[in-house]
């Protein structure tokens, strides 16, 4: 950590003034008057947001004053003029819109997209600069004519439709990043494991909004030697942001930090190869330095019960109009070769409690007699999972089930029994629990599920069991109702158009 700081990521060589003023560096003269992408997108974000606030709080004190001149909204009570009609005065409604406008500013609520999303802040701004404004309208205007019926009305008027304005554009921008219309072109730098998972969540929630031009590990010493020429290569790609999926991976901190400062590039660390939770994470101050405080989710008391409950109901509706294609499928399954329509299982659930999973059955009666003979052959590493292939055992039904999903059917019989959830960790077999380390039984703190991120993510293609780990523990750390409805609406998409199931 405490390397020459005179080398970039302790393996380069020295930075010189030439160097320094490479074409790539912001401090360059030819760069001066230049922004980076993702600084210059932030900008023109910024702007159309304090120009749409501006039109809007405008907009409304106009309208409450001509309300205001023009209904006597006020006529049953005594009338009590607070300030002047001075909307229309030089300089009155410059003064209202800078007052607002920086006490919006203020408030954080022109920066990144979290930030502006507290509309409550909003709120509470916005009454705030409505007070400043009534202070000083009666310390610099007290014989102004202002009645308190325009005052009022611009600031319910400035409630409703500034926050109506942004959520609208907020709206817009959104839908725009989602269908892939203007996406964030990043770059991606982590080991292979941690930066596969980091493209598998960045596709989950931002759809179509980031755009990954290239990945680059610099564990490997070849790429820390060349480096410059990296960096160089993806600013003149128009590259926004840096992603770093394996923070130990970087060998120099604070070098590697500023060599992406220089080159106008901004960076952001994702907690994948940090093994630590994600969601809602809190920065306070301790004598300078900067500490986050995490409060995962654990799924436990009114969480559990409204996870529990949505459950229930959505379990519940979807048997009641599957009925017809479960007849088709036992039909099915009894035309194809003999044996049961259902097919138990004893798995490893909450707790480490052993349950009865339910399936329709899609392979041969004898399937559990072939097992031992086919172990040679398995496809996923580590040998905690079981799969392969082209597996003799599977019946011709059964491929079209399983590469569909359907076989798993019959598992909302366990959801309402209380055995599963809809969406969680997968229930792993008695013979792969056995074969877990002691690190990955964490997984069985939650109710498994029907379905999870795991296998909205890739299913059979990701052969690593640590990395489907991996994903198990990246639900349970940022857990949501929100997040469980957007992977059953992605498992709804697997089905339909299978890909990487067998």
């Not at 992406?260 to 093994?275: C, D, E, F, Q, S």
């Not at 009865?356 to 559990?368: G, I, P, Q, S, Y």
């Amino acid at each position: 950590m405490f390397k020459d700081n005179k080398k970039i990521l302790g393996s380069q060589k020295p930075i010189t003034p030439d160097v320094q003023k490479s074409k790539f560096d912001q401090r360059a003269p030819q760069r001066i008057l230049s922004l980076s992408p993702g600084t210059r997108v932030g900008w023109l974000r910024t702007i159309l947001f304090v120009f749409l606030d501006a039109i809007v709080v405008s907009i409304c004190w106009k309208t409450a004053q001509w309300i205001s001149n023009n209904f006597n909204i006020f006529s049953a009570i005594p009338s009590f003029d607070l300030v002047g009609n001075s909307v229309d005065r030089p300089g009155f409604l410059l003064s209202i819109l800078l007052i607002t406008l920086n006490s919006i500013a203020a408030a954080g609520l022109y920066g990144e997209r979290e930030s502006r999303r507290q509309y409550f802040k909003l709120i509470k701004s916005l009454t705030f600069a409505q007070v400043i404004i009534l202070f000083l309208a009666f310390l610099y205007e007290p014989e102004a004519i202002f009645s308190r019926s325009t005052f009022l009305l611009a600031w319910l008027f400035n409630l409703i439709f500034v926050l109506a304005g942004r959520l609208i554009l907020e709206g817009n921008i959104t839908n725009i990043r989602r269908r892939g219309k203007l996406p964030k072109k990043i770059f991606l730098v982590g080991t292979a494991q941690d930066t596969l998972v980091a493209k598998i969540a960045l596709k989950l929630v931002g759809n179509k909004e980031y755009k990954i031009l290239g990945q680059i590990d610099l564990s490997i010493k070849e790429n820390l030697h060349r480096w410059q020429k990296i960096l160089e290569d993806i600013s003149q790609q128009k590259v926004g942001e840096i992603f770093v999926c394996s923070w130990e991976s970087i060998p120099n901190y604070m070098d590697f930090y500023w060599s992406l400062k220089t080159a106008g590039i901004h960076l952001r660390v994702l907690p994948v190869g940090l093994n630590i939770p994600s969601q809602v994470p809190k920065i306070d101050m301790i004598g300078g330095m900067p500490t986050i405080i995490f409060s995962p989710p654990m799924i436990i008391g009114s969480d559990y019960w409204l996870k529990r409950s949505f459950d229930l109901v959505l379990s519940t509706l979807v048997l009641i109009f599957a009925i017809p294609l479960f007849l088709l499928i036992a039909i099915l399954i009894k035309l194809d070769s003999p044996g049961p329509i259902f097919y138990q299982q004893t798995r490893v659930g909450l707790r480490c409690r052993h349950f009865k999973l339910w399936k329709f059955r899609t392979m041969v009666r004898n399937a559990e007699q072939l097992h031992k003979k086919l172990e040679e052959q398995n496809e996923i590493k580590g040998g905690v999972l079981f799969k392969m292939k082209d597996d003799p055992r599977i019946t011709k039904i059964g491929k079209f089930l399983r590469r569909s999903s359907l076989d798993e059917l019959p598992q909302l019989f366990n959801v309402l029994m209380g055995q599963m959830s809809l969406v969680g960790p997968r229930p792993l077999a008695l013979r792969d629990f056995e074969g877990l380390s002691e690190h990955h039984l964490i997984r069985h703190n939650v109710m498994p599920g029907i379905t999870g991120l795991w296998q909205v993510s890739g299913r059979s293609n990701i052969i690593d069991f640590e990395n489907a780990f991996r994903l198990d523990m990246m639900y349970i750390n940022n857990w949501s109702l929100a997040l469980d409805f957007m992977i059953l609406l992605k498992t709804i998409k697997v089905v339909l158009f299978p890909d990487g199931a067998y």
